[in-house]
């Protein structure tokens, strides 16, 4: 059974630094890209970071590139999302996806097919 | 404001079938493949469709999905009280430097 378990989210000051993991089990992790996708409260969802299978290939949403950073270490199975110069618009639930990346004759097929619960992430003076 | 456009929300009796639309550019829908999220009240969205419409394992048939054109369309079909949650579309967007877009999500209610 695939499962997903993050941690590390907290409430921090704006400015202040944050690292989320996400610890995978029931699949082989380094034959898969990762994501995280965010939701604020009450609101919809919103892609954060992507990292291919070896961390080779990365990619950030506009509003935390440059702030973000995702990495993995497939040793130990965990993604992880190290968050600086932390802002009130930061505040979600933090959730770690698996994802699948193909082209088919010529379109991207990019979807989630499993999600972890998420870890609340709270910036607030 | 989110890449794709979805109805806030949609209504429908027990057993009866309701659509959920999904509009975008050609820069995504026209170009992409779509997938479909549910997300029951307090817990982590779950993939219902894929590439358009295929069902992972495991999603029963009541649940479909088709594209046209920009748009796309999430079908639930006998409708039911366990169906009442939030649904997102996504794709990818070959335009933005950030690709991965959702829908700002449909809240379903069965009535």
């Known amino acids: 059974e695939v499962q997903l378990v993050e941690s590390g989210g907290a409430v921090v000051r704006p400015g202040g630094s944050l690292r989320l993991s996400c610890a995978a089990s029931?699949?082989?992790?380094?034959?898969?890209?990762m994501s995280w996708v965010r939701q604020a409260p009450g609101k919809g969802l919103e892609w954060v970071s992507d990292?291919?299978?070896?961390?080779?290939?990365?990619g950030y949403a506009d509003s935390v590139k440059g702030r973000f950073t995702i990495s993995r270490d497939n040793a130990k199975n965990s993604l992880f999302l190290q968050m600086n110069s932390l802002r009130a618009e930061d505040t979600a639930l933090y959730h770690c996806?698996?994802?699948?990346?193909?082209?088919?004759?010529?379109?991207?097929?990019?979807?989630?097919?499993?999600w972890g619960q998420g870890t609340l992430v709270t910036v607030s003076s | 404001q989110s890449v794709l456009t979805q109805p806030p929300s949609v209504s429908a009796a027990p057993g009866q079938k309701v659509t959920i639309s999904c509009s975008g550019s050609?820069?995504?829908?026209?170009?992409?493949?779509v997938s479909w999220y549910q997300q029951l009240p307090g817990t982590a969205p779950k993939l219902l469709i894929y590439?358009?419409?295929k069902r992972p394992s495991g999603i029963p048939d009541r649940f479909s999905g088709s594209k046209s054109g920009t748009s796309a369309t999430l079908g639930i079909t006998g409708l039911q009280t366990g169906d009442e949650a939030d649904y997102y579309c996504?794709?990818?967007?070959?335009?933005?430097?950030?690709?991965?877009?959702f829908g700002g999500g449909t809240q379903l209610t069965v009535l």
């Open positions: 996806a698996r994802r699948k990346l193909e082209v088919v004759y010529g379109s991207a097929s990019y979807y989630f097919d499993y």
């Open positions: 050609s820069s995504n829908i026209g170009k992409n493949y």
């Open positions: 029931g699949f082989t992790f380094d034959d898969y890209g």
């Open positions: 996504g794709t990818w967007d070959t335009s933005l430097s950030a690709p991965a877009v």
């Open positions: 590439e358009n419409n």
């Open positions: 990292t291919n299978w070896n961390g080779g290939s990365t």
